[in-house]
């Protein structure tokens, strides 16, 4: 059963509304690539029915907002600067997260002046949500490194995967941790591709942006837990049953995955190196705040609240150490960019 991993809800000030810095700056950096594809590589008088003038847009993962509806406004005009005749037209945009997600907030700061019909399309996207031939340009941004789950070996202390003392592969020396990952994670993705193969229309476009920079930075959240085990205030078995559902993808992985499926040809597939004034500037205390907004809720529902908000108030403090191991250990932002088109 998939396990339901929602964003911070509201707009306060750890919300995700407020603080998805690092997501916005993924969106910005691919713009023009997303253009592109649609420019070069779909034909729109191909996938549409003659009888219908409507185009259905699909983003999976979209959260609450603001990044999703900037994506979907750059799709909706690059397709109607495909097409030309924009009067013709008209827009179909389903908005899917899982059912946990908060819609409400989603739809209140929906754009007045959108060109678009909006609807909310709960459910996770590792199955099927639409019918069958119905989606003509699904996008997913910031969202693919979610897994169904983690992998139960993670937390069998008899595996050779068993993560003792680590939340995430980030920082281990077990190998075995991280093929339980990518195991888990080439599950999840061929449930994916499985399931868009069947809604997406003949000659139809998906495109998969994953950024590849902010993984290195989970590990300090492991290690403002471990701290608190060293002062007695939470057991170590907690920390050892607790790890992060979330593989983030390499240009191999994810030929590996499509070529697997054999519903999609490979398109565009290409990791770029955009500027990144969080990554570049080593702005250790956005980063942070961002992953919390993201991370929050699962370490409430594990940890509790009270450990939660002291395990992230701590992280924060330590800025500045994490500002100067960013700059000590610096890598380029990278992220990768994926285009497939439905044989």
Known sequence: ?????????????????????????????????VRDAITRKLDIKKIML??????????????????????????????????????????????????????????????????????????????????????????????????????????DEKSPAWNKGLIHYVGTSNVEVLNAYVAQFEKDMEMFLDARAQEIVEGGMMVIISPQSSECLVKFFGSSLMDLVS???????????????IYFPSLEDMAKAVEKNDYFSIEIIELTYPKSKLVDEADAKTLIINLRAVLELLFVNHFGSEIAEEAFARTILKSDEISTWMKMNYQKACQLFIALKRK
Request: net charge negative; glycine share 6%; with cysteine.
């Open 1 to 33: 059963m998939t396990t339901s991993f929602p964003m911070n809800a509201g707009d306060g000030p750890f919300s995700y509304f407020k603080n998805s810095h690092l997501q916005r700056e993924v969106l910005d950096n691919s713009k023009e690539m």
């Open 50 to 155: 003659s009888s219908s003038n409507t185009l259905c847009i699909a983003d999976f993962g979209c959260s609450i907002g603001p990044n999703t509806f900037i994506a979907m406004q750059h799709v909706v005009q690059s397709l109607k600067e495909k097409y030309h005749n924009t009067n013709i037209l008209e827009f179909q945009v389903f908005f899917n997260d899982h059912v946990t997600n908060d819609f409400n907030a989603l739809f209140r700061s929906l754009p007045i002046d959108r060109s678009y019909y909006a609807f909310g399309v709960p459910g996770s996207f590792h199955g099927r949500l639409f019918p069958s031939r119905s989606i003509h340009f699904a996008h997913c941004s910031t969202a693919i490194h979610w897994l169904s789950k983690c992998p139960e070996e993670l937390f």
């Open 231 to 245: 002062e007695g205030k939470i057991d170590e078995s907690l920390v050892d049953s607790f790890n992060l559902p």
